[in-house]
């Protein structure tokens, strides 16, 4: 089965924190960015020795070797490999004599992530000769694998301070009649019911230790992987080989955010198996804040020659609330476009041996940006304001990973939930399949057959029917998730093969 991480935000109390235990943290997690500075900075100097390159999917990636990292930086006690390794060239054990072995490896995994990261985005833009890697921030935060930190729930009236505490080994050495020994920090959390009901959903992997300056406080950030078990057909004790199949195809569009339309084995759309996601509301309010937005905006442009300090002048301060504002908003009401769109497919579910197909568009955004560079009477400096009213405010990559999330979890099999890429889905006849015309912005018109719908339930049809002509391609074996990259087998789907009218 796949696995989903996720990662949990949790508050210390740190109002509550004493100033010994305050010290200890501020201490611990700026060691640890001193050593992955060090990490990051020899990775550099030995590029030669320690990277290697892996092709996937046609793209070249570079990966850091860890092993080869190791030899470099750390001696060993134990015999591995035949030899003791007693002399490195870049002795890090020397450096920072009180971290233990673990550490060091906890520190190592986060500057390869660092490394990885920013060199496969450098690459991607084309890099300039003689470009150096942006500097670690100095973010104050510490990674901690699971066998360094116990979490504790306590009964109600034991402990006034905290109910839900976390026990993280200390890392700096308390000497105790010349022995070295480890305390355990505990750090009281803020932990709602909410988060103890994710917690329990999985496993906790590890966790991080994180300062927010600007708030003035820590926060810990936990890894947790959840392996999905519950089968949704099983839960409702209902035998999907037994239903009628149907394949549910989604379009995500730009003026309504999201069209479907089921295709059932009677080969025809009656009005019960269409859904419209509308969000009206939704609509409304991202159309006041955008007006207010360019207003501001505007009005802050003429003023540019003139206002010198950007922080301290009201307006700016006033358009980044806005702003921020503006991305929450849409943060909630994504998740509430999809939490209605899981709804209609549950009830699908009830009733059908149900495939839910996504259209994946590709470049969207720099499809249009091109088209409107290439008009010519308007200028290029204002491409980016006819853009941004076309394009969706909600990124697509985001929706539909999110949406495959909530499938996954709730217990529908990864097999069920696809996404296709979309190609000329929208110009073409959900009838015949031959190009269209569009008489009025939203309507597609066949001047071969005279049909006429609407344009996004078209465009859900055709991704529908795509997937139903993937069943028969000859000499095919799998099917591949276009999002993920994932095969699945034709075997899976060999009861689908009876909606095949809809291809005739
Ligand atoms: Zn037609």
Request: glycine share 4%; proline share 4%.
């Amino acid at each position: 089965m796949e696995k989903i991480v996720r990662t949990l935000r949790v508050r210390v109390k740190t109002e509550k924190l004493t100033k010994f235990k305050k010290d200890r943290m501020r201490k611990i997690t700026g060691r640890d960015t001193r050593i992955i500075e060090e990490y990051v900075k020899i990775i550099r100097k030995e590029e030669e020795k320690v990277i290697r390159k892996i092709s996937k999917q046609g793209e070249i990636r570079l990966k850091v070797h860890k092993g080869k990292l190791d030899e470099l930086t750390l001696t060993t006690t134990k015999k591995t490999n035949k030899k003791k390794r007693t002399v490195v060239p870049y002795d890090l054990k020397k450096k920072f004599p009180n971290c233990s072995h673990d550490e060091f490896q906890e520190c190592r995994d986060v500057a390869v992530q660092l490394y990885e990261q920013g060199y496969n985005k450098k690459k991607n833009r084309k890099r300039k000769k003689g470009y150096i890697l942006p500097p670690v921030k100095r973010t104050r935060k510490q990674l901690i694998n699971k066998n360094r930190f116990i979490i504790e729930h306590l009964p109600k009236g034991k402990n006034t301070l905290s109910r839900c505490w976390v026990g993280i080994r200390d890392s700096l050495d308390t000497q105790k009649r010349k022995k070295r020994t480890h305390r355990r920090l505990w750090i009281p959390l803020e932990m709602s019911e909410y988060h103890q009901k994710e917690i329990r959903k999985g496993q906790v992997k590890s966790l991080e230790l994180k300062y927010n300056s600007q708030k003035n406080s820590w926060w810990v950030n936990f890894q947790i992987t959840i392996i999905p078990q519950a089968d949704l057909y099983k839960k409702k004790k209902v035998d999907p080989s037994l239903l009628p199949p149907a394949v549910l195809g989604i379009d995500l569009g730009e003026k309504i955010p999201g069209a479907g339309v089921l295709l059932t084995s009677t080969g025809k759309i009656s009005p019960n198996h269409i859904f419209f996601w509308k969000m009206k509301e939704w609509k409304k309010r991202k159309y006041i804040y955008q007006q207010k937005i360019r207003r501001l905006q505007r009005k802050l442009a003429k003023k540019k020659n003139t206002c010198k300090d950007k922080r301290s002048n009201k307006g700016y301060q006033t358009l980044k609330k806005l702003r921020k504002r503006y991305q929450t908003l849409s943060h909630a009401y994504l998740y509430a476009f999809i939490n209605e769109l899981w709804k209609d497919i549950v009830e699908l579910t009830q009733d059908y041996n149900l495939v839910v197909v996504v259209g994946y568009p590709k470049g969207v955004h720099s499809k249009l940006r091109k088209k409107v560079m290439n008009q010519d009477y308007r200028p290029q400096n204002s491409s980016t304001r006819f853009t941004r009213k076309k394009v969706h405010p909600w990124n697509y990559y985001q929706i539909v990973t999110l949406l495959r999330r909530m499938c996954l979890l709730n217990g529908l099999e990864p097999e069920r939930i696809l996404t296709l890429q979309e190609y000329l889905t929208s110009s073409l006849c959900s009838k015949c399949g031959r190009k269209t015309i569009r008489p009025v912005r939203g309507l597609v018109y066949c001047s071969h057959c005279h049909y006429t719908l609407h344009s996004d339930l078209t465009c859900a049809i055709n991704i529908g029917k795509l997937f139903l002509r993937f069943l028969f391609r000859p000499r095919a074996s799998t099917l591949v998730d276009y999002l993920t990259g994932q095969h699945f087998s034709l075997t899976f789907y060999t009861s689908f093969r009876g909606l095949n009218q809809w291809l005739k």
